[in-house]
């Protein structure tokens, strides 16, 4: 339960989770009805204290059938919708240029040449997507991932067993894409997603902050989609998705965006009444606060703020980190 990026509570739940949509295909009107009575049987009998449905594309079947069909006292008041980006791309790089403004054209031409300058013939990207890159690719991003606010969150790319295992199955699938960039030889940011049938997802990204005022991360961007169009093995990427959640970088590049919902129902228990009840304030505060930033046009700049200070003190939020 989180106020902005600070958690106000976390306690310690069974939930079932859902993961990017609930379901392979479109669920009938029907065969909706039957898993979500299904689900609140389960949570009816103990298994779980919450069902946890998340990145449902709004106004789906699923989706109204859940919002439709659990008691008002399961049902959570608040529906968590993000915006979820994307980029089609035009047939030439040309086409991706100009369909930006002059503005960020200028800017991000202007930055290019002021990193090459700081840093002659030291800037290098490296593309890795082969198992045998795996050792070299996990130890360089952990090094940058690690300046990262994201990590001071508790998200984002952690070189664990898990992430291990998950890369080298991306890998020995061909799905694996990997981009760093080194200045000077040190590795400063890094641009990790895959790639399936045109698409390349994009699951994590990060820069080293000792860095940003070189605008690393937007450079790394700018140059990986450049080399998108080149030739490759499993066919050029004709679309970038930048996944759900908004970002600058997500609205200043992309061309195509929908809402997904993250919805929720909790089991008619007292613990289940209590999470549902305690997750309902945190939000009704924090959108408040959210409400009286955006009036008062802070929201960037506090967000900002609050993610260059957890850049700068990582090691002051290990309870933090710990909760999440």
Not at 34 to 52: C, D, P
Not at 105 to 115: D, I, T, V
Request: net charge positive; charged share 25%.
């Amino acid at each position: 339960m989180r106020m902005g990026y600070a958690v106000v509570a976390a306690p310690e739940v069974r939930v079932i989770t859902f993961i990017q949509g609930g379901c392979l295909g479109e669920l009938e009107e029907d065969t909706a009805a039957v898993l979500v009575k299904e689900i609140e049987a389960r949570l009816a009998q103990g298994e779980a204290e919450l069902a946890f449905f998340s990145e449902l594309s709004f106004g789906s079947g699923l989706f109204d059938t859940i919002r439709r069909s659990p008691r008002w006292i399961s049902r959570y008041a608040f529906t968590l919708r993000k915006t979820h980006r994307a980029l089609v791309l035009p047939a030439q790089y040309e086409g991706f240029l100009h369909s930006l403004s002059a503005k960020t054209r200028k800017h991000q031409r202007r930055q290019a040449r002021k990193l090459v300058k700081t840093f002659p013939g030291g800037v290098e990207i490296r593309y890795f997507s082969e198992l045998m890159d795996i050792e070299q690719m996990l130890g360089d991003v952990e090094a940058v991932a690690r300046t990262t606010y994201q990590r001071t969150l508790g998200v984002g790319f952690e070189h664990t067993l898990e992430m291990r295992e998950r890369m080298t199955l991306a890998a020995e699938k061909g799905w694996l894409r990997g981009y760093l960039l080194y200045l000077a030889s040190v590795p400063v940011g890094f641009w990790i997603g895959t790639q399936y049938r045109g698409v390349f997802f994009s699951d994590f990204m990060g820069y080293d902050s000792a860095y940003a005022r070189h605008s690393p991360g937007m450079f790394l961007i700018m140059e990986v989609i450049d080399r998108f169009y080149g030739a490759d093995k499993n066919g050029r990427v004709t679309k970038v998705d930048f996944g759900v959640g908004d970002a600058q970088y997500k609205e200043v590049l992309g061309n195509v965006s929908w809402t997904n919902a993250f919805v929720y129902m909790y089991a008619p228990t007292l613990k289940g009444i209590a999470l549902n009840a305690s997750r309902l304030l945190v939000v009704l505060l924090d959108k408040l606060g959210r409400t009286a930033l955006e009036r008062l046009h802070l929201q960037r700049q506090v967000k900002k703020m609050w993610r260059e200070w957890l850049s700068l003190a990582p090691g002051s939020c290990s309870r933090i980190n710990g909760l999440l």
